[in-house]
């Protein structure tokens, strides 16, 4: 329960039929740092790009797997580049063509370059493999 007065939460407990209750401060979270930044860590490549080849390699069409990537974000950065995805799948490209547009997600990716649809889960599998060995 979230108010600014101890007393206030007591007598809303109290209201509520609780007595005899301990009271703990919740403490401010920051966020992550790369969050306030804007910027696309390793991890965040090598996250997204499992997810993608796991929920397509499930047969799920590939604007919802963007979606749902997109909605589990916290990183502002990551999510901003889901969207230029999901743009360009709303447009009619092709998901490799997608993937291209974002930039800072798949930075210069060359498992990208002349793949056709039905061999991009094996690309973002390479590639998740890429970016995780670079460690």
């Known amino acids: ?3 600014f007065d101890p ?3 007591r007598q809303r407990l109290a209201n509520l039929g609780y007595s005899e209750v301990e009271l703990r401060r919740k403490w401010f979270e920051l966020p992550r740092l790369t969050d ?3 910027l696309v860590t390793r991890i965040d490549r090598a996250v997204v790009a499992r997810q ?3 929920m397509l390699d499930a047969a799920l069409p590939a604007a919802q797997c963007v979606s749902i ?3 589990q974000q916290r990183n502002r950065s990551v999510r901003r580049e889901l969207e ?3 743009a360009g799948l709303a447009r009619g490209l092709a998901l490799a063509d997608a993937l291209r547009l974002a930039h800072r997600l ?3 990716a060359p498992e990208f370059v002349g ?3 039905e061999d991009v889960v094996n690309a973002l599998e390479r590639f998740a493999r890429r970016v995780e060995r670079r460690g």
């Open 69 to 71: 990537i997109k909605g």
């Open 1 to 3: 329960m979230d108010a």
């Open 115 to 117: 793949v056709s649809d």
């Open 84 to 86: 230029l995805i999901e």
């Open 106 to 108: 798949f930075a210069a």
């Open 52 to 54: 993608l080849s796991v």
């Open 7 to 9: 007393d206030e939460v």
């Open 36 to 38: 306030v930044l804007g």
